[in-house]
Every structure is written in structure tokens, then in C-alpha cells.
């Protein structure tokens, strides 16, 4: 049988420090969580595959997404999070919980499920590459993946092929652009990348407060969306959330623009409050509203 969504990633939860020296303890996250929150609040209810320790607080996630291929672990992943004030932001994961890998969905997690539509969160690269390989060969339509700006000198050339050659939609935040290719702006990031990726239909760099820069394969111009935020008081998920709702609103239309426009009405949702709450009780009617508004910011810059 084969399933709609899913997304893959880690579960964590976090202990922030904001630039302006303010903190926040515990609180709920994870990219494969955020990323699922995207999807879900476009009336989906996506599978999440990732690790989960027994502290994570599952109620608060009020049911939005199905944690059940999720594998149970005696500790859950946790991370530092710190923000600076140009908008750069640091995780570290804690002591205990130090060894990646070992908080990041395997092979065996996914056994013979099959999805329509997955999107990757960030994983160590050769997990990406496999996941993203293994899903296209069993019938995958649209592969996202959000890359992680960590062991980048780890990363083979061919093997960055071989990730962009399996996917639909490469969604990297201006800092995973900016590591991937150093003193690049957003646009300049992107022609790397296309020149790389000819075929790839979807290559966008989420630019925070600057919303996004997006293009799509064959296209003479770059899309240039606003952010869709309406608050702002905390930007953790936001990237996940956006790549979230980049997928979904792609695997429903088949149009890049469309995927852009859903993933901003996601981040905006995941910046209003510190954790994931505003996404959980995100309704259709303001999430379409969003969408409408958002629509006349949408601008073609010629590539």
C-alpha cells in the first residue's frame, strides 16, 4: 500500500538562546516534526519517520501528524540552539545525545512502507542520498530535501549528484547556500546550483525575514516571494515548516511557484509563537487567506 506524505528527519527538543539574551527550555521540535506540521496544516496527515525518546511530549502535537512508524528510544535528542543578531543560528546537540546518527531514522525505520510525496529534512548526507535513491526507486512522484550546512567537507561532488539527481525540490536555507558556496549571494547560489542540477524542477533558498528566491528548471527568471509571517517571535522550523508546505503545495499543483507560496503560508505559521503550537492549531480558513495575500508579492526577476 502506498501512503500521501511523509517526511523524515530527527525529533528534538530544544534549549534556546535569543539574540537578545532571552531563553526558552524544552521546548517541542524537530525538523521531521516542523517539516510534518508544514504539510499538515493544508488538511494532511503526514507519517513522520524519525526517533522519539520517552520525554518528548507527543499531546502536545494534538494528534496532527502520525508518530507510529516512529522508533522508540530510552532518551530523546536535544539540542543548544543559539541566534545571533544577523540571523545566523547555531545548533549543538547536547552531551548525551552527541552521536547523530543514532537519533536519525535508518533503513530499517522505513521497512516496506511507500509514500507519494517525502520530503527529507536534514540528515547526514549519505542518509539523505539513500532515502532519497530508495523512495524514487519504489515510486516516490516528489522528492523534497532540505539540506544541513554540517560536514560539508565530507560531501563528495559525486555523491551531491547522485542526492540531486533523485529529487524534485532542493530547498536550502541562505545559510546552507552561503556554506555550500562561500561569499555566494542567494541568486548567485542558485545559478551554481542550476548549473549543477539542469533538471532538478525545483531550487529555492529560504531567506528568512526576505522571504524566498526560487527557480524553476527551464525558467529565464527567478521567483522572489515575501515572507508570509504575520509575528515574529521565534524562527525555529520555520525552514522545516516552509519545506513542509513547498512539498505539499507541489505535489498538488506540479507548479513551482505554488510551492513556494504554500511553504511561506507554512513558516509564517511556525515564527508566531516559540514552538510548534501555531502550526498545530493553524485553520483553513486563515491558511487559505494567507495564500490569497501573498499571492500579488510574487516577482519575476530575470536570471
Known sequence: MTSEFATLGNITIDDLVFPDGSTMWCSPGGNAVYSALGIAIWGEKPDVIAPIGPEYPTE????????????RLDRNLRNWGLYEEDGTRTFT?????????????????VGDA??????????????????????RAT???VISVDPDDRYLDQLEDADFDRLLAAIDLFLPSLQD???????????????ALRKRAPEVPVIAVKCG???????????????????AAVDVVDATGAGDAFS???????????????????????????????????????????TAAR?????????????
Open 114 to 135: 511507500r509514500y507519494r510525496y517525502v520530503h527529507l529534512a536534514p540528515l547526514p548526507w549519505d542518509l539523505q542520498i539513500t532515502f532519497a535513491e530508495h523512495f
Open 244 to 286: 513542509g508546505g513547498a512539498l505539499l503545495g507541489y505535489a498538488r499543483t506540479g507548479d513551482p511557484v505554488e510551492a513556494v507560496l504554500h511553504g511561506s503560508v507554512s513558516a509564517s505559521y511556525a515564527v508566531a509563537v516559540n514552538g510548534p503550537g501555531a502550526l498545530v492549531r493553524a485553520e483553513g480558513g486563515e
Open 177 to 191: 547556500a552561503t556554506a555550500l558556496f562561500p561569499g555566494s549571494s542567494p541568486s548567485a547560489a542558485i545559478a
Open 60 to 71: 502536545s502535537l494534538e494528534g496532527r501528524v502520525d508518530l507510529a512508524r516512529c522508533r
Open 93 to 109: 546537540f547536547r552531551s548525551k545525545t552527541r552521536d547523530w546518527r543514532a537519533f536519525s531514522p535508518s533503513p530499517d525505520d
Open 291 to 303: 495564500l490569497e495575500r501573498l499571492r500579488p508579492t510574487v516577482e519575476m526577476i530575470p536570471f
Open 209 to 227: 525575514s526576505d522571504g524566498v528566491l526560487m527557480h524553476a528548471a527551464g525558467s529565464s527568471d527567478l521567483i522572489q516571494v515575501k515572507s
Open 139 to 141: 515510486g516516490a512522484q
